[in-house]
Structures are given as structure tokens and as C-alpha cells.
């Protein structure tokens, strides 16, 4: 599941959650869209709303002003260490979903960037061409033949499905930013981590303003078809479903 633009702590992101699915599993019956992937469409839509309105109050100025402020350099040792976290999680996943290779290359780039990249502050392994694989819960679940759900828009957390979110505690788990003991450390990394992951996406964030005519569409199939892709590690199967849309798992 990706990490959804949002500089709320992660110790609150599984109350969110939760609280969006007992809200939703009351909206159940609830009709009036014309995507059978998206039977909540005008509850998701107002909480849609209400997240663009949010990122464009407090998230992307804040996130404008990091990218400004701190040297590119800086910036991308950033993103290498935070993502050499990610890759530990990656390699735990890989082995759930029996990918050998995959969780290989997890374990090789781990180590690789530890060792000789100062904790992951430099991308040795990307640099040896040990492309990484981005790997989590919700992914494992769909391998073990857990079917996506309904489309979901949590509120400051954005776009998922209902697989993502029963997914999500164990992704939070899986998070070693969680497992840091002092408090305000562990914070600062979380504001830090969402600060870095909110500059990485502003110049599509403005070509999504510009072009876009429904955001919200293009918001929700763009998310769709990259878990899609993410599941299937970039070869989805092409035949389409009975009733139109591609096929999922």
C-alpha cells in the first residue's frame, strides 16, 4: 500500500481506518456510481474533497517549503535511507508471497546499502543495478487470493481498498520506524517521511491540476491500476471482466 500524502502520525492512521470501514460498512447499500470497483462513490468523493483541501492548506506548502529549503543532496539521502527501511519490510513480504528472487534482491540491496552506504544514506545497490521490489500486506493478501473490495478514500490518508485497509495494521507493524523508542526521534522521522514522500509527487500534483477535467476519476483509476500493476509485478493479465474493467485479483 502506498504511503498516501499526510503529516498525521502513523499511530493514528489505524483509528482512521478503522473508523472509515465501520462508516462505510453502514453506507453498504449505498448506489450512484457507475464503477462496480466504486460502490461508494459520492461518500468517497466528499472525503475526497475534503483531502484535496487539506493537502492544498497544509500538505503541499509544507511539503514546497522542505523541497526549497533543503538541499537536493540532502533530500536524497532522505528518500535512500527511508527507502532502505522500506526494502526490510519488501524482503518480509517477498517470502510470504514465495517470490525467491525477489526477496534475494530485497536481502542484497538491505545489505548492500548498509554497509557501504552509511545506513542507506547513499543507493549503492541501485548504483550495482539490484533494482529494488516494493512489496507489503496488501500485496502478499492479493497473492494469497484475497480479492481488492470496494474503492476507499480514507480521510488524510487518501485512496486504498478494502483489502489495503484490513492489510494496513500489519503493514504498521512491519514499519521500523514504529520499533524507534524515543518518542520524539520516532516522530520526527514519521513528519519527515510524509514531508519527502509529498515533495517527490508536487510537479505531478501540478500536471494533475492542470490536466485532469475529474480529478477524482483520474486520482482513483491512476491508484487502482498501480496496485494492479504492483500485484501482478508490472505484467497484469490484459482479458477484461464481464462487465468491462480490467480483470483484479
Request: proline share 6%.
Amino acid at each position: 500500500m502506498i504511503r498516501i500524502s499526510g503529516l498525521v502520525l502513523r499511530s493514528t492512521a489505524w483509528r482512521i481506518a478503522v473508523s472509515g470501514v465501520l462508516l462505510l460498512s453502514g453506507c453498504a447499500t449505498t448506489t450512484g456510481s457507475s464503477d462496480p470497483r466504486d460502490p461508494l462513490e459520492p461518500f468517497n468523493r466528499s472525503v475526497f474533497a475534503f483531502n484535496d483541501a487539506a493537502d492544498k492548506a497544509i500538505f503541499k506548502p509544507a511539503a514546497t517549503l522542505y523541497r526549497d529549503l533543503t538541499p537536493a543532496l540532502v533530500r536524497t539521502g532522505v528518500s535512500n535511507f527511508l527507502g532502505n527501511l522500506d526494502d526490510v519490510w519488501s524482503f518480509a513480504n517477498s517470502l510470504l508471497q514465495f517470490k525467491g528472487q525477489a526477496a534475494a534482491q530485497s536481502f542484497m540491496r538491505v545489505n548492500v546499502n548498509t554497509l557501504f552506504g552509511f545506513g542507506g544514506i547513499l543507493d549503492i545497490a541501485s548504483e550495482a543495478r539490484i533494482e529494488r521490489q516494493r512489496e507489503d500486506f496488501g500485496q502478499t493478501l492479493a497473492v494469497w487470493g484475497v480479492k481488492d473490495g470496494p474503492y476507499i478514500v480514507l480521510p488524510l490518508f487518501g485512496p486504498s481498498t478494502l483489502r489495503d485497509v484490513v492489510a494496513w495494521p500489519v503493514d504498521l507493524k512491519g514499519d521500523l520506524l514504529a520499533g524507534i523508542d524515543h518518542i520524539r526521534t520516532r516522530n520526527t522521522f514519521k513528519v519527515l517521511d510524509q514531508l519527502d514522500l509529498r515533495a517527490s509527487f508536487l510537479s505531478l500534483g501540478d500536471a494533475l491540476e492542470d490536466g485532469a477535467l475529474d480529478k477524482y476519476t483520474f486520482t482513483r483509476e491512476a491508484f487502482l491500476q498501480r496496485r494492479r500493476n504492483a500485484v501482478f509485478d508490472g505484467n497484469p493479465p490484459d482479458l477484461p471482466a464481464d462487465d468491462g474493467t480490467p480483470k483484479r485479483p
